[in-house]
């Protein structure tokens, strides 16, 4: 069964320091979203593509935090410099439009802890 | 901010025993979707409604979506250990943008 792919699972690092984060979304996927979940919350939307478009990044906190996806495949979500406070998981997701209902299938995650 | 409203934040019952959990929101919806969650682990979906007052069953879970498509809920009957973790209740709007809820923490103990 295909699934969404993430890496890395767990990531440790220091604050001010640059931190990356890879997707490789289900085949045949157009639409790919990065969530932010904090601990006891539901995921929120960080952006959102269609294809290799920015859909929605409306939520990004663009001074420290970049996204792309360069060939409308997998995609990459980076933090520069990272801060205490961005501590959470990291979900990616893609969807299959079907008419108007998009099904969104979750990756692993990326547990991220800044120190 | 959780437009979406989720209750009880937090249920713990044995096994065998039955349980709601409930979904609202001032928003209407284009459909609706239920995922369930473990701990370190992605969203996995369980199901999508997405015509007012439509019921989905799967095996021991049943879903309901409500007439005018901003609340929902999800009822399991005879809970089995295996059914413990964050059920989580997502509304898509335009595009597939998704709004979740802050999910219920179900426990089911032997």
């Known amino acids: 069964e295909a699934e969404v792919a993430q890496s890395p699972r767990y990531k440790i690092t220091e604050k001010s320091q640059a931190v990356a984060f890879w997707c490789d979304p289900i085949s045949g996927h157009a639409t790919l979203y990065w969530y932010r979940q904090i601990l006891g919350q539901g995921p929120e939307l960080l952006v959102q593509?269609?294809?290799?478009?920015?859909?929605?990044d409306s939520q990004l906190p663009k001074d420290r935090f970049s996204a792309e996806r360069l060939k409308g495949v997998d995609s990459t979500l980076k933090i520069q410099p990272a801060e205490l406070g961005d501590s959470a998981m990291y979900l990616c997701a893609s969807s299959l439009e079907s008419g108007t209902v998009y099904e969104q299938y979750f990756g692993p995650g990326t547990r991220l802890t800044v120190t | 901010t959780q437009l979406l409203e989720q209750s009880p934040q937090f249920l713990s019952i044995q096994e065998g025993e039955n349980l709601t959990v409930y979904c609202n929101s001032s928003?209407?919806?284009?459909?609706l979707q239920w995922y369930r969650q473990e701990p370190g682990e992605g969203p996995v979906l369980l199901v999508t409604?997405?015509?007012?007052?439509e019921v989905k069953k799967l095996k021991r879970l049943t879903f309901q979506f409500g007439d005018a498509r901003k609340d929902s809920s999800l009822h399991i009957t005879a809970a089995q250990t295996g059914d413990t973790g964050l059920y989580l209740c997502a509304g898509a709007s335009s595009w597939g943008k998704l709004q979740f809820g802050a999910g219920t923490q179900v426990v089911v103990t032997p």
């Open positions: 928003s209407v919806f284009s459909s």
């Open positions: 593509f269609q294809d290799e478009s920015v859909v929605d």
């Open positions: 409604v997405v015509t007012g007052g």
